[in-house]
Structures are given as structure tokens and as C-alpha cells.
């Protein structure tokens, strides 16, 4: 089961853009938003290279899936609900 989301991205971004619009479909999961250029460090530390990226967490905050791109909601929802 996924407790939270991190997504990264930037303002600049315009697949990040699409991606945020699919992220207000998301519900019953919290998601924190990361900028890639105030968070260099952090980016660099979870080994971002391309963006947007999301990254799906269990309960035990361990990392279970990412995704890259402007992914569909339906992908997103398959892997909250376990399918993916």
C-alpha cells in the first residue's frame, strides 16, 4: 500500500505542469512536491536525471516504484492500488 508520494520537478518544466494537473486526481495519497533547483541536493541524493519523477513509498517509507514523465492517472492509481 502507498502512503505518500514524493514528485520532483521545476517551475520551467512543462511535463511537470501536465503532471501536477494529473496529481489533483490523486486522492487518499499525500504528495510532497520537490523543485529540483531548490533542492539540488536531495534531487542529486535520490538520483533524479530526468524529470518529472515520481516516487511511491510504502508504509514502512521505503521506496517501492518511480515513475518518469507525465504519467496517466491510471498508471499512478494502478500503482497506489498495487496493480503495478
Do not use: F, H
Amino acid at each position: 500500500m502507498i502512503k505518500y508520494i514524493e514528485k520532483y520537478g521545476a517551475d520551467w518544466c512543462q511535463p511537470c505542469k501536465q503532471l501536477d494537473k494529473t496529481l489533483q486526481q490523486v486522492t487518499g495519497v499525500d504528495i510532497i512536491k520537490y523543485d529540483i533547483d531548490e533542492n539540488e541536493d536531495l534531487a542529486s541524493e535520490k538520483g533524479i536525471r530526468n524529470i518529472p519523477v515520481l516516487i511511491y513509498y510504502d508504509e514502512n517509507n521505503e521506496e517501492v516504484n518511480r515513475t518518469v514523465g507525465a504519467v496517466p492517472i491510471t498508471t499512478i492509481n494502478n500503482i497506489i492500488n498495487g496493480i503495478l
